[in-house]
């Protein structure tokens, strides 16, 4: 059975702190995906990593990092949280190309800065 | 970057039609369909590819032009498992390569009454 998984399901953080989100996959994707839910706005993207050490910027990057030191697993980092990244966070991961690539997604992390 | 979805929310009796929507601004090389149920992961429905294809999963079928940049999800007969949040995707190319990254829409939040 295909897998991503999440690390958390339920977070809570104080503002100010250094928040990191893992995401590992069991499906030798190239790509993975960090996306933030919030209601009426749909998926987001925040970061696109296609190989190892490799990412690019989604449409909505500012406050966030992330790190792919191995090809399963990407994490995504908040330097310093606020309560406006108070959200939910979903991570995905596919194979490139255009076919046959359906993206599996993780349960995601429901983050709370306080 | 986002595609646009219409409409934000559809509410039908068992055994309806709904139609949902997905267009964009930018050349469209690939549309992905998903559902999101309640506390849920979104679960991959399909993928069309440009030629103007069809595709059907279940009583659930898809269209893609290319031309006009727009695809539709066809729901028929609903069934009151297909409530959830529809959202499409979509792939672009990314720096001349078919690496592609995949931006979401809105979602179109689907509700069937028994």
């Known amino acids: 059975d295909v897998k991503v998984t999440q690390s958390s399901r339920y977070l809570v953080k104080r503002t100010g702190e250094k928040v990191f989100l893992e995401c590992v996959q069991d499906?030798?994707?190239?790509?993975m995906f960090w996306y933030r839910q919030d209601p009426g706005l749909g998926l987001r993207l925040i970061y696109f990593?296609?190989?190892?050490?490799?990412?690019e910027k989604g449409d909505i990057p500012e406050g966030y990092s992330v790190s792919r030191e191995k090809k399963e697993r990407f994490s995504l980092i908040l330097e310093s949280a606020s309560t406006n990244q108070t959200s939910m966070y979903l991570c995905a991961s596919s194979f490139p190309g255009w076919q046959n690539t359906e993206a599996f997604f993780g349960q995601g992390t429901r983050l709370t800065v306080v | 970057q986002q595609p646009v979805q219409s409409p934000q929310a559809v509410i039908l009796r068992e055994g309806e039609d709904a139609v949902i929507n997905c267009s964009s601004s930018k050349a469209l090389y690939s549309v992905h369909w998903y559902r999101q149920k309640h506390g849920e992961a979104p679960v991959f429905l399909m993928i069309l590819l440009k030629g103007g294809e069809q595709k059907g999963h279940d009583k659930i079928s898809a269209s893609f032009n290319e031309k006009k940049q727009q695809s539709s999800l066809y729901l028929t007969a609903s069934q009151l498992s297909y409530s959830g949040t529809y959202f499409c995707?979509?792939?672009?190319?990314?720096?001349?390569?078919?690496?592609?990254?995949?931006?979401f829409g809105r979602g179109t939040q689907l509700t069937v009454w028994p």
């Open positions: 995707g979509q792939k672009k190319a990314w720096r001349g390569s078919t690496l592609g990254r995949l931006y």
């Open positions: 499906m030798d994707h190239e790509n």
């Open positions: 990593s296609y190989d190892v050490k490799m990412k």
